[in-house]
């Protein structure tokens, strides 16, 4: 597997220090992980395009926009077009993921594909080769600083074992309850990118703290 991913997520941010908290951990973080939410696919509401474009402005990271909106189809490709490196939108709420994987990729963006707490993988691991991310929700999607829920990896053992049968160049991503004492039992589940709101940013060094997710992946 290659080295392992960490993407601090925003959500933990403060909120009116955006530009800040991102620039926190430059140097440490592969990818900043945003998290989109309309109060409608999930009963939170966070931030939409006017805040990425901006923000997109003021970072070198590369951007991880994970979509938990009604409608992708209407929406995912304007985060392509403002510069996101990764754009995920939920499997629950696309017509056709394939499809919108492929506009994604034709608008300049990685294509991630998300899965919540109680949506099975099996039925979509044929769709993985039109993928470059596969998001695997260890929380129900909504809210950060939730519990990590173990039993969640089953899938994430699933997607390992298609995605080395296939030769797929995906990454498995993780969001949800990761922390410094259960990013390890992730990795070993066999994801290879993992995101980070509570861990991080509760942290009062955010940077020092992604370092440690880093070396607890073990990888
Ligand atoms: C929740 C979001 C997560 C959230 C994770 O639906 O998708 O990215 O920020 O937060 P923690 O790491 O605190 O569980
Ligand atoms: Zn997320």
């Not at 189809?73 to 017509?95: C, K, L, M, P, Q």
Request: glycine share 6%.
């Amino acid at each position: 597997m290659p080295p392992p991913i960490i993407a601090p997520s925003i959500l933990a941010a403060d909120f009116a220090r955006l530009a800040e908290e991102a620039r926190a951990v430059e140097g440490a973080a592969d990818w900043l992980h945003v998290d989109v939410m309309d109060n409608h696919f999930v009963p939170n509401l966070t931030i939409g395009l006017p805040v990425v474009q901006s923000l997109i402005k003021t970072s070198t990271l590369p951007f991880d926009v994970h979509l938990m909106i009604e409608q992708p189809e209407r929406w995912s490709i304007g985060y392509a077009e403002a510069g996101a490196y990764n754009v995920t939108f939920h499997v629950e709420a696309a017509d056709d993921p394939v499809a919108l994987a492929k506009n994604l990729r034709a608008a300049g963006s990685r294509a991630g594909l998300a899965i919540d707490r109680d949506t099975p993988v099996e039925p979509y691991l044929e769709l993985l080769p039109h993928f470059d991310t596969l998001l695997i929700m260890t929380i129900k999607a909504g809210f950060g600083g939730q519990a990590f829920m173990p039993e969640l990896l089953d899938k994430v053992r699933a997607a390992r074992r298609q995605v080395d049968a296939g030769h797929l160049e995906l990454r498995i991503e993780v969001d949800g309850g990761i922390a410094r004492d259960t990013i390890e039992a992730a990795a070993e589940a066999g994801a290879d990118a993992f995101v980070a709101g509570t861990a991080v940013y509760a942290s009062a060094d955010p940077a020092a703290a992604v370092r440690a997710l880093r070396q607890a992946a073990g990888r």
